[in-house]
């Protein structure tokens, strides 16, 4: 198949960036027409080539993990001040360990945890954070008890997609995504609540904890992180696209 052929292909498919997309699956090792059908079938980009881009990373990908966003590094812009080696991290929610992997690559030297209910993100995130401690479980309760009162800096993109809103997301993350990645209830921040009801007994005197949120949601999540008694501030970036709900203890 020539590489028009394969342009061709993905703009039939629907395809807005067909020739940037067909030369990275020209470049891709394996079977470049087992490749290409499953683009065409509607399956991410970064899964089929097995990799995502973030923060100047290549983050390994499979299928079934959630995709790193662009928008997701402002978190680790933001972790990554003040933040000194030595520093104790935890990637909530890891999926990939895109976070976890960013800040340390900021950051060296970093005692780095990462968590997620998914086993196929803990496992994807293991070979991501070679030397990091990573844990299959619900949120805090993965985390070993040993952090309590520990934490240096807590990333974290949970789910914030309300329930209704899935059913209006690309097909490329409603079928290729876990739900658990995206369904952040009703109102889309169930699993903000339950990150702010417990974060003041893991996190040290000055730690943060960081959390991207749609800008439609920030006055409620910023709330919920000061009933829980931190302080709390807003950032944003036009040109991600992102915004963060940043809670400090102390």
């Known amino acids: 198949m020539t590489p028009e052929q394969v342009v061709d292909a993905l703009r039939a498919s629907g395809c807005v960036f067909a020739e940037e997309e067909a030369a990275l699956l020209l470049a891709a090792p394996g079977a470049l027409d087992e490749l290409?059908?499953?683009?065409i079938a509607g399956e991410p980009l970064e899964q089929v080539l097995g990799w995502a881009e973030f923060d100047g990373l290549r983050i390994g990908v499979v299928p079934g993990v959630f995709v790193p966003r662009r928008r997701s590094e402002l978190l680790v812009r933001l972790a990554a001040e003040g933040l000194d080696a030595g520093a104790v991290a935890v990637d909530l929610c890891c999926g990939s360990g895109a976070l976890g992997a960013a800040l340390r690559a900021r950051v060296p030297a970093i005692e780095l945890h990462a968590c997620d209910l998914d086993p196929i993100a803990v496992e994807c995130a293991g070979s991501n954070l070679l030397g990091a401690s990573v844990y299959r479980g619900?949120?805090?309760s993965a985390l070993p008890t040993g952090l309590r009162g520990r934490v240096d800096v807590v990333?974290?993109?949970?789910?914030y997609?309300?329930?209704d809103g899935i059913a209006l997301m690309?097909?490329?993350?409603?079928d290729h995504e876990p739900r658990t990645a995206l369904?952040?209830?009703?109102?889309g921040l169930a699993i903000h609540r339950r990150?702010?009801?417990e974060a003041s007994d893991w996190l040290a005197w000055g730690g943060r904890l960081?959390?991207?949120v749609a800008p439609a949601q920030v006055a409620r999540s910023f709330q919920f992180f000061r009933a829980a008694g931190l302080r709390a501030a807003v950032h944003t970036d036009d040109d991600l696209d992102a915004t963060v709900v940043i809670a400090t203890a102390g």
């Open 210 to 212: 960081l959390i991207e």
């Open 183 to 187: 369904d952040g209830g009703a109102d």
């Open 170 to 174: 690309p097909s490329e993350a409603r």
């Open 36 to 39: 290409l059908a499953r683009r």
């Open 195 to 197: 990150i702010a009801a």
């Open 161 to 163: 997609v309300p329930t």
């Open 138 to 140: 619900d949120l805090w």
């Open 155 to 159: 990333l974290a993109n949970a789910p």
